[in-house]
């Protein structure tokens, strides 16, 4: 859900209708797990089969575009809810390939991040923006950071659910702190 509320705040900035506020918060809630499943061979991904997904990522669609004005003034506190999802969609990720393949990192990696990330980066581009996940308070590497974490954790016998948990409150601790004080990595000198 904090993912689809993110996915309609960026329709409503541009002035969209109520059709594109749902495309976009739909989009921004399941697309990342859509395209792991499929990247990983689950041809019936998990979205599209439960309709419990849409069917809350369109009810906050909808909630946020009747409620945007007074939601508007408490952007603080979606920004805590969005790094707790981060974190929870990149575990859930993770987790994905470690059923499927064991203790392997590239495969944990790459599932976890397109868990989080994917379906941000998918309405930046469609409302035609640089992905916010590639450029600001040390999004996407705060993804991969949980997953190094958690990877290290389970390398050292760690029990899954508690190195799950570990991750998570140390990656969402270290993301709220780079949004407060607005940390980003370095970039490219041009």
Known sequence: MAFA?????KPI????DIVGIIILSTITGVAGVV??????????PTAVVNPLYITITVSTAIAIFFLCPSLKK?????????????EVFTIIGSIFAYNMFGL?????????VLTAVGGG???DVFVNEIPME?????????????????????SINTNLS?????????TTSIRLIAVKFQWNLPRARN
Request: charged share 15%; net charge positive.
């Open 121 to 123: 980066i998918l309405r």
């Open 74 to 86: 408490h952007s603080d506190l979606f920004l805590k809810f969005d790094a707790i999802a981060l």
């Open 104 to 112: 392997n990192f590239l495969a944990m990696s790459i599932s976890g």
């Open 5 to 9: 509320v993110t996915g309609a705040f």
């Open 134 to 154: 590639f450029v600001k308070e040390f999004y996407a590497s705060a993804s991969f950071l949980s997953i190094v974490i958690l990877f290290s954790l389970l």
């Open 35 to 44: 395209i792991r499943d499929i990247t990983f061979g689950k041809l019936s």
């Open 13 to 16: 900035e541009y002035k969209s």
């Open 162 to 170: 508690l190195a799950a948990i570990i991750a998570m409150i140390m």
